[in-house]
């Protein structure tokens, strides 16, 4: 179990450009999620897949973002001309997703800062 | 609207002692509650979680309680140890079908001292 890898661990970008992050969940984990978390605050959810169907978007997530999980394995999260508020911490994570009751138990990795001039 | 709330940004307590991290929230559809504990620069790591049919789940040091009528949970770490400090999340969720979907307080900052 290698955990739940993310890549870049900080990006730092100029306003207006184009960013991607890199996510992969642990291998057998079929759930996968993006949050978001800025200072001072918890994790915000932002979207949620199961395998490669993106089954849920926050009213957070603007048409700006987008995010893909092609073949149900590793995900990306883009964001389009990016914008000082977008500055925060994403994380990533996945679940078994096999609880269809219960709690589902989220490992998170260790998230890309972004951080928006 | 802050459904999940912490009011306490920090704590700092003695090794040894116990800790008490408190957590509220208002949406009565959370039927699941999760804490998490968060070192800097990497990502929130499960710790202990507890379903409202329960009053107290326990796991070694770590006991969280609920109290569904008041809408509060707690988390209790006895004894302290300086390796607990980090920042702790209270986490929610609802079934129904979004038994995925967390949502977190802000969290508390616990310091333990030697």
Same mark, same amino acid.
């Given at each position: 179990d290698t955990g739940v890898s993310q890549d870049p661990r900080h990006k730092i970008t100029k306003r207006g450009q184009n960013v991607t992050f890199r996510c992969d969940p642990i291998s057998e984990h079929n759930r996968l999620y993006w949050y978001r978390q800025t200072l001072g605050q918890g994790p915000e959810f932002l979207t949620y897949f199961q395998n490669e169907a993106q089954l849920e978007k926050s009213r957070l997530l603007s048409d700006r973002f987008s995010a893909e999980r092609p073949k149900g394995s590793f995900s990306t999260l883009e964001i389009q001309r990016t914008e000082q508020g977008d500055s925060a911490m994403y994380l990533c994570a996945s679940s078994l997703g096999r609880a269809r009751l219960g709690i589902e138990k989220l490992f998170f990795g260790s998230g890309t800062q972004l951080s928006v001039l | 609207d802050q459904q999940v709330k912490q009011n306490s940004p920090s704590l700092s307590v003695q090794e040894g002692r116990i800790s008490i991290l408190n957590c509220d929230y208002t949406? %009565?559809?959370?039927?699941?509650?999760?804490?998490?504990?968060?070192?800097?620069? +990497?990502?929130?790591?499960? /710790?202990? %979680?507890? *379903? *409202?049919?329960?009053?107290?789940? +326990?796991?070694?040091?770590?006991?969280?309680? /609920?109290?569904? *009528?008041?809408?509060? /949970? %707690? /988390?209790?770490i006895v004894p302290s140890q300086p390796g607990d400090s980090a920042v702790y999340f209270c986490a929610a969720s609802a079934q129904g079908g979004s038994n995925y979907k967390l949502t977190f307080g802000k969290g508390t900052l616990l310091t333990v001292n030697p």
């Open positions: - | 949406n %009565s559809m959370f039927d699941y509650f999760l804490w998490y504990k968060k070192y800097p620069a +990497e990502g929130p790591t499960f /710790l202990i %979680s507890i *379903s *409202s049919i329960k009053d107290k789940n +326990e796991d070694g040091r770590f006991t969280v309680f /609920l109290n569904k *009528s008041a809408k509060h /949970l %707690s /988390l209790h």
